[in-house]
C-alpha cells in the first residue's frame, strides 16, 4: 500500500477511529529498518523508484491545507497518525516535523490525538525519544523476545539489538502502547510457549499503559503465513489480562 500522498485521509484505522495520516518518506517508494515478512507495503528492494523525503516546511503546509478543509467540511479526525511506507523516525527533521504536528492540531483538532506508529529501531536516539514522548500515542513494536526470532519475522537493518530497543523503551516508563504482530508460519509461532513466555516477561518489565496485540490484515510478502483470531489472541494474551494490563485485541 504505497501512499502518493504525504498527508492522506482521514482513513478508518481499526485502532484509531478516524486518522489522518502523515508519511515521512518517499510518496513512490518505501524505506525502512525492517524488511517485515508480514508488511502489506512489501519488501523494501520493490519501493526503491523514489527516494525523496519531504522536508518539515512541506509537511506543515500539506498538514494545514488539510486540517483546514477538513474543519470547513466539519470531518470528524480522532487521530493524526504518522505511519506511511516505512518507518517515519528515519526522517531527518522528524523532531521538528512532531512540534510543527502537536502546533496545528492544537490550533485546529485540538481534541485530536498525534499517534506515531514505529517499529522502535531508532527510540535510543535521544532526539528520536524525546519526540516520541512529546506525542499523545507512541505506539512502538516489538514483535518477538530474542533477537533470532526479530531476524526471521522483522528482518532488521544491520546493527539491530533488542536489548538496546527494551533499555531505551525502559525511559518512558510505561508511558507508551505497545504494538505486537501474532501469526505462524512454518519456521515459528507467537503462540509458542518459548516466544510467548518471553514476550510477556517483556510487558512485565516494560509495564506498557496499553498494548495493541493485532494479526495479519492484508495480503503479504512473505507465503505461507498464517493470522489468528481475535478469540485466540486473547486466550494467549490472559494471563496479562489477568495481571491488569490494558490490552487492545484487533483480529
Same mark, same amino acid.
Given at each position: 500500500m504505497i501512499r502518493e500522498e504525504t498527508v492522506f485521509g482521514p482513513i478508518h484505522s481499526r485502532r484509531l477511529g478516524s486518522s489522518l495520516g502523515i508519511n515521512l518518506l518517499p510518496r513512490r517508494g518505501k524505506i525502512c529498518t525492517f524488511d517485515c515478512i508480514y508488511c502489506e507495503c512489501g &519488501?523494501? +528492494?520493490d519501493g526503491r523508484d523514489?527516494?525523496?523525503?519531504?522536508?518539515?516546511?512541506?509537511v506543515r503546509s500539506a498538514l494545514e491545507? +488539510?486540517?483546514a478543509a477538513c474543519m470547513l467540511e466539519g470531518t470528524p479526525i480522532d487521530s493524526i497518525t504518522f505511519s506511511g511506507d516505512g518507518e517515519p523516525t528515519l526522517n531527518p527533521e522528524f523532531p521538528r516535523i512532531i512540534d510543527d504536528t502537536l502546533h496545528l492540531r492544537d490550533a485546529y483538532y485540538p481534541?485530536? +490525538?498525534?499517534?506515531?506508529?514505529?517499529?522502535?529501531?531508532?527510540?535510543?536516539?535521544?532526539?528520536?525519544?524525546?519526540?516520541? +514522548?512529546?506525542? !499523545?500515542?507512541?505506539?512502538?513494536k516489538i514483535d518477538a523476545p530474542t533477537d533470532a526470532l526479530i531476524a526471521?519475522? !522483522?528482518?532488521?537493518? #544491520? %546493527?539491530?539489538?533488542?536489548?538496546?530497543?527494551l533499555e531505551a523503551l525502559r525511559g518512558f516508563h510505561g508511558d507508551f502502547i505497545l504494538q505486537t504482530m501474532f501469526l505462524r508460519s512454518p519456521d515459528f509461532d507467537s503462540a509458542s510457549p518459548e516466544?510467548?513466555?518471553? &514476550?510477556? !516477561?517483556?510487558?512485565?518489565d516494560l509495564r506498557p499503559r496499553k498494548i495493541?496485540?493485532?494479526?495479519?490484515? =492484508? #495480503?503479504? #510478502?512473505?507465503? %505461507?503465513?498464517?493470522?489468528?483470531?481475535?478469540?485466540?489472541?486473547?486466550?494467549?494474551?490472559?494471563?496479562?489480562?489477568?495481571?491488569?494490563?490494558?490490552?487492545?485485541? =484487533?483480529?
Open positions: &519488501w523494501n +528492494k523514489d527516494q525523496v523525503l519531504p522536508t518539515a516546511a512541506q491545507d +488539510k486540517l481534541g485530536a +490525538k498525534v499517534s506515531v506508529l514505529s517499529n522502535a529501531t531508532r527510540v535510543h536516539v535521544p532526539e528520536i525519544a524525546a519526540a516520541l +514522548k512529546r506525542v !499523545d500515542n507512541p505506539i512502538l526471521r519475522i !522483522d528482518r532488521p537493518a #544491520p %546493527g539491530y539489538r533488542l536489548e538496546r530497543v516466544v510467548l513466555d518471553g &514476550w510477556m !516477561d517483556i510487558v512485565r495493541m496485540v493485532y494479526t495479519i490484515d =492484508r #495480503p503479504t #510478502p512473505a507465503q %505461507g503465513l498464517e493470522k489468528y483470531t481475535a478469540a485466540q489472541m486473547r486466550a494467549l494474551v490472559q494471563p496479562l489480562i489477568d495481571e491488569g494490563f490494558q490490552i487492545d485485541i =484487533r483480529g
